[in-house]
Structures are given as structure tokens and as C-alpha cells.
């Protein structure tokens, strides 16, 4: 197997995505438009999305990824509006686009345009929720576009599984779609509840940082296989599990969340930079298989499609977020107020992605009976079309939108004036424990190393009331910002005279490592203390 095209292509995203960084374009929409310029160039390679890659091997670390860093208590909180549009949302995009191809294309049939509409209905939310960051969101629609991009995949999944036994011949009733999809949510999710607590077992006991990893890096492989080779929902117990192990890791040595953070920071943006030029690249194969559609046409398809995908969601959205209120006093007395500028955004934020492509791709080439599977390249067409055009015209309005709408923004002053409340409370208990601990005799310490712990104390409880005061006049920095530099400047120093000693074989290379990784962490430490 050639690998060099492989590693060119992680190189090139990895590229793209941090020149995005320097640009007010979010990193997924300038991926997408150099993916296409680069479908182009003589000479680059066809990177055709298998699906049999991107599902099981790339799907499972993003969601796990995305699960992890959300919050178990906000989406819960955040259920009913979640559920609504992860589930409720996707079959009615599933039926509503698939009727509206049916009537739009020629020749198309039923079941061939309800495959469509499920390989069309579950909007990506990475380029929506980079986009929320970035312009800085209300929490309550972030989480709700995390949470819809969390769980879409399942239900879209299994209509697209039904839809396609009705397309290739397979008798496929209503009854039987409703049990398939009821059996790989409730399977998905209880594969999730049997494999969360060994897995988070094991994780609190393992103390070799090299098992650690391997564990960390399995977890949603083994989660995502376990789920699909018992025909549930390998999604769900992907984002079950780590719902569940995200919302105890504190209970995980400091270390291993240390390393975890790291590994995984860069797997996400490994696999999300690739993915995303992965669907600009797919421009060219997509178009050669295009064949009697091409033309007018085809272009007229593709915009007849794109819109009724974006009317779609209008149509579902703001009924399932204000309907629901006028209907239940219980909703109206626990959940949150929610406003039209709130369901603008949820709507507009329906940016389609690579779960959709993939999907697409495994689409059938033949029916039972040996028959071509009905305008099977068109399908691709439109769903590549589909994907394109929400991601630029949509991703691309999203942060002039969630402007002009002027969302109230987080106040910075509530937030550490909270944040010092919570510390306050943390250091007085940590101060008792520790004159609890210090006047028993096994735990005697000499005064200067007791005084050395409180003085640590005292600087994490005063770390966050300094953010609240003045800023040097000379340098405009504040009293956190120059405590970090000053530690930054010391460690330096003290890094040059190992390197030194290490140069000059005082010491070897192993005792340079040794020292290194200590000054790192004081460095990490010093760092995270003043942040």
C-alpha cells in the first residue's frame, strides 16, 4: 500500500488548518474551498471516502472527542431540545427531503429519493460549533448544536439502513424500520452503560503512562465494534461511554488527564482537518461519475435539493422550539425561555459534512436481481452538492448572522467573580485538611516545606481576585500575566544550565530528560495556576 498520499494529505490539512487560524475564516470552511481548488491540480490523487474507513475508524474518535468535552449536566438539561432535533428532526428531513426529490428528479424512485433524504438529514455541528466559539454563542444553543451532532449520526444511520432495504428489494416494512431503530438506540446505549464503568475502572488504576494512552486511544474503537458487531448503535455507545468518563474524570489521576488532553487535542485536529478536505477533494470523482446528468440539469437538481435541506430546517425548528411551551406548563416552569434569535441560529446552523458523504459512498452499485441501483451517481451528486453548499453558504453567514442578531455576551467580570468564589471555598477546605494533616505526628514536616503548601495555597486562592484588578501601566499586562512571564523567565534560565551541563558531560542524557520533565511540569503548573 502506498502511504505517501496519505501522509501528503495529513500534511496538507494540517497545513491549512493553522494558516486558518491566522484568518477570520473557520478552519473547516477554508479546508473545504483548498480541497476543491486542489481537485484541480494535475497530478493529485484520487481520495475517495470509503465508507468502510470513515465510519468505523474515523467517525468513532471525533464523536469521542466531542463527547468527552461536553457537559453530562448542560445536556441534560438540554434533552427534550436535543432529542427533538437529533432524532425527530433527522426522520423528518429523511421523509420531507426524500418526497421532495421524489418530485423534483425524474424518474427517481420513492425509495431510491428516501435513501437520499436520510443521507442528507444529519448536519455536521463541528463547523457550527467552531463557528459558536469563535463568535461566542449563548452556552444553551452550543450545547444544543453539540448535543444534536452527538446523536444525529445514529438516527440518520439506521433510516438510511431502511430506506435502502426497501430500495434494493429487501422486504422492509414500517414495523420493522420502527424495531430496527428502536433496537440500535436502546442496544447502542446499553452497550455504552455494560462498558463504561470497567473501562473508567481500569482507567483509575492504571498508572503506566503508555497503557494509559493505548486505553484511551481503544476506548472509542472498542465502544463503537462492540456496539455494531451486536447490530446496535455503534454511535450511541461511543458518546455514552464518554459522556460517562468525561463527566468522572476527575476521578482519574492528574497525569493521565495531562497526557489525555494532549494525545487527543491532536487527533481531533488531525482527523477533523483531513476530513474536511476530504469532502473538497471528492469534487472531481464525484463529477466523473455524473454520466446523462450533467449539464443544466443537474445543477438545477442540485439547487432544488440544497434548498428544500435548508427550508427543512426552518420548517422543523421553530414549531419543535416554541410549540412544545404553549403545550406543557411543566416545559414553560423548567427550561429556559427560548427565542426567536435562538432558533434562527439552530436553524442556520444546519451545516451538512463527511458523515453524509460516507454514507453516500456506501451506497450499493447494484439492486437485488443484478439491476444498477437507481441513479446512483446522481445521489452522490446531490449529497456532495448538498454538503458543499451548506458548509460555503451557510459556515461562511453563520458568524455575520450570529452578529447582526447581537446576542447578549457572557459578562468576563461574573465569570472570575464566580470562578474566585468557588476557589475561595476550595482553598478553606483545602486548609483545614491540611492543618488536620499537619498536626499528626506521621505527617510532621520541617516549618519551611508546611509553609511552602500554604504559600502554594494561598497563591492559587489570590490567582483569580489579581485577574480582577488593574493592569500594570507600564507594560499593560495584569498581575497573572506577569507572574506567568517572571515563571516562564526563570525556568528558561534554568533549562539553559542543564542544557549546559548536559553539553559539557556533567551530566548525561538521561538525567537531561529527567530534569526536562520536571522543569515542564513546574512550567505547566505555573502556567495553569495563572490562567
Do not use: C
Not at 454514507?359 to 451517481?377: D, K, L
Request: aromatic share 8%; proline share 6%; no cysteine.
Amino acid at each position: 500500500m502506498d502511504v505517501m498520499p496519505l501522509l501528503l494529505l495529513v500534511a496538507f490539512s494540517a497545513a491549512v488548518a493553522g494558516a486558518a487560524r491566522r484568518t477570520p475564516v473557520p478552519a473547516p470552511l477554508l479546508l473545504v474551498a483548498v480541497g476543491l481548488a486542489a481537485s484541480y491540480i494535475p497530478g493529485v490523487p484520487d481520495y475517495t471516502l470509503d465508507p468502510d474507513v470513515v465510519l468505523p475508524l474515523v467517525l468513532p474518535p471525533l464523536l469521542y472527542t466531542s463527547a468527552v468535552d461536553s457537559s453530562y449536566l448542560d445536556l441534560r438539561a438540554q434533552l427534550r431540545p436535543v432529542a427533538l432535533l437529533s432524532v425527530g428532526y433527522v426522520l423528518f428531513a429523511t421523509f420531507a427531503v426524500g418526497w421532495a426529490a421524489y418530485l423534483i428528479v425524474p424518474g427517481l424512485p420513492l425509495t431510491a429519493a428516501l435513501v437520499l433524504g436520510a443521507v442528507v438529514a444529519p448536519p455536521d455541528a463541528v463547523a457550527a460549533t467552531a463557528v459558536a466559539r469563535r463568535v461566542g454563542l449563548p452556552s444553551r444553543i452550543t450545547t444544543i448544536l453539540q448535543g444534536e451532532s452527538l446523536l444525529n449520526d445514529a438516527t440518520a444511520i439506521t433510516a438510511y439502513k431502511v430506506a435502502l432495504a426497501a430500495a434494493v428489494g429487501e422486504a422492509a416494512t414500517w414495523a420493522g424500520g420502527v424495531r430496527e431503530f428502536l433496537f440500535a438506540a436502546v442496544g447502542g446505549v446499553g452497550v455504552g452503560l455494560v462498558l463504561m464503568a470497567p473501562i473508567h475502572w481500569l482507567r483509575t488504576r492504571l498508572r503506566e503512562p503508555l497503557l494509559q494512552n493505548t486505553l484511551s486511544l481503544l476506548i472509542p474503537f472498542v465502544a463503537y465494534g462492540v456496539a455494531e458487531q451486536v447490530h446496535a448503535s455503534g454511535v450511541l455507545a461511543v458518546v455514552t461511554v464518554a459522556l460517562y468518563l468525561g463527566h468522572r474524570a476527575w476521578e482519574v489521576d492528574f497525569a493521565t488527564r495531562l497526557q489525555e488532553e494532549a494525545v487527543w487535542k491532536m487527533v481531533a485536529f488531525v482527523l477533523e482537518s483531513a476530513v474536511f478536505a476530504l469532502i473538497g477533494l471528492q469534487l472531481q470523482i464525484v463529477l466523473r461519475g455524473l454520466g446523462q446528468y450533467e449539464g443544466s440539469a443537474a445543477a438545477w437538481y442540485a439547487v432544488a435539493v440544497f434548498l428544500v435541506v435548508v427550508a427543512t430546517r426552518f420548517v422543523w425548528v421553530y414549531p419543535a422550539a416554541f410549540v412544545p411551551r404553549l403545550l406543557s406548563r411543566r416545559i414553560r416552569e423548567r427550561e429556559e425561555n427560548p427565542t426567536w434569535k435562538g432558533a434562527m441560529v439552530t436553524a442556520w446552523a444546519g451545516m451538512r459534512g463527511v458523515v453524509s458523504l460516507a454514507i453516500a459512498f456506501s451506497i450499493p452499485v447494484t439492486v437485488h436481481g443484478g439491476r444498477p441501483f437507481p441513479q446512483r451517481n446522481l445521489l452522490l451528486f446531490l449529497t456532495f452538492t448538498t454538503v458543499i453548499g451548506t458548509l460555503v453558504v451557510q459556515g461562511l453567514t453563520l458568524p455575520p448572522l450570529i452578529r447582526l442578531l447581537r446576542f447578549p455576551r457572557r459578562d468576563p467580570q461574573a465569570a472570575t467573580l464566580a470562578e474566585a468564589n468557588a476557589q475561595a471555598q476550595a482553598s478553606r477546605a483545602a486548609e483545614r485538611r491540611l492543618e488536620e494533616l499537619l498536626a499528626d505526628d506521621r505527617n510532621a514536616l520541617p516549618p519551611p516545606l508546611a509553609d511552602r503548601l500554604r504559600s502554594a495555597l494561598e497563591r492559587r486562592r489570590n490567582a483569580v481576585w489579581e485577574r480582577l484588578g488593574q493592569v500594570n501601566p507600564t507594560t499593560g499586562e495584569s498581575v497573572d500575566d506577569t507572574y506567568r512571564r517572571l515563571s516562564r523567565e526563570m525556568i528558561s534560565a534554568e533549562r539553559d544550565v542543564f542544557v549546559r551541563l548536559r553539553d559539557g558531560r556533567y551530566i548525561d542524557d538521561e538525567m537531561l530528560r529527567t530534569l526536562l520533565r520536571r522543569l515542564d511540569l513546574e512550567e505547566a503548573a505555573a502556567y495553569r495556576e495563572a490562567a
